[in-house]
T-cell receptor, first 115, second 115 residues
Framework: DTGVSQNPRHKITKRGQNVTFRCDPI?????LYWYRQTLGQGPEFLTY????????KSRLLSDRFSAERPKGSFSTLEIQRTEQGDSAMYLC?????????????FGPGTRLLVL | AQSVTQLDSQVPVFEEAPVELRCNYS??????LFWYVQYPNQGLQLLLK??????LVKGINGFEAEFNKSQTSFHLRKPSVHISDTAEYFC?????????????FGTGTRLTIIP
């Protein structure tokens, strides 16, 4: 069990550029979550997948954000036309569902800075 | 919908002294409760969780928490802190039902251990 991994760990981009982050969940975890954490705040839910199906999206996830989980394994989060307000830590978590009782395990995060 | 309040944004404590980090929640449904710890520039690590059963829950690194349904609280305690406990601590809740799996976090409490 190697844990949840995220790449890259840090990303600096200019306003208006597109960025893509990758998350590799714990092997055989069927659920994958994305959260965003801004400075001094707790993580806020963005979206989650069960296998390859995207089951819920937060209102925080504007049209510039898109997430995918092809084949129910790794996931990507893309932000188009980045804005300075997108600067944050993007956290990925995975879990294995046993009924409704589950624990989410978090990756180290990708820190995005938009200049 | 759920919400979490962590009233103390910063808590300084002398080494080997006891500590309590407070967490109160609001929810129209029954919830599961979690405490996560975040070390600098890292993701979140699960400290402990309350799903059901005994209201006193023991976690890693000597931490414990008590669920109080009447006061809607889930305070985190440690009888004797160590320098290595310096970190940010987040309380989180989620609903019990399918479709209510996302975590709602508080704003965090920064625990600083004074040598």
């Amino acid at each position: 069990d190697t844990g949840v991994s995220q790449n890259p760990r840090h990303k600096i981009t200019k306003r208006g550029q597109n960025v893509t982050f990758r998350c590799d969940p714990i092997s055989e975890h069927n659920r994958l979550y994305w959260y965003r954490q801004t400075l001094g705040q707790g993580p806020e839910f963005l979206t989650y997948f069960q296998n390859e199906a995207q089951l819920e999206k937060s209102r925080l996830l504007s049209d510039r954000f898109s997430a995918e989980r092809p084949k129910g394994s790794f996931s990507t989060l893309e932000i188009q036309r980045t804005e300075q307000g997108d600067s944050a830590m993007y956290l990925c978590a995975s879990s294995f569902t046993r009924g409704v009782s589950e624990t989410q395990y978090f990756g180290p995060g990708t820190r995005l800075l938009v200049l | 919908a759920q919400s979490v309040t962590q009233l103390d944004s910063q808590v300084p404590v002398f080494e080997e002294a006891p500590v309590e980090l407070r967490c109160n929640y609001s929810s129209s449904v029954s919830v599961y409760l979690f405490w996560y710890v975040q070390y600098p520039n890292q993701g979140l690590q699960l400290l402990l969780k309350y799903l059901s059963g005994s209201t006193l829950v023991k976690g890693i690194n000597g931490f414990e928490a008590e669920f109080n349904k009447s006061q809607t609280s889930f305070h985190l305690r440690k009888p004797s802190v160590h320098i290595s406990d310096t970190a940010e601590y987040f309380c989180a809740v989620r609903g019990l039902n399918f479709g209510n799996e996302k975590l709602t976090f508080g704003t965090g409490t920064r625990l600083t251990i004074i040598p």
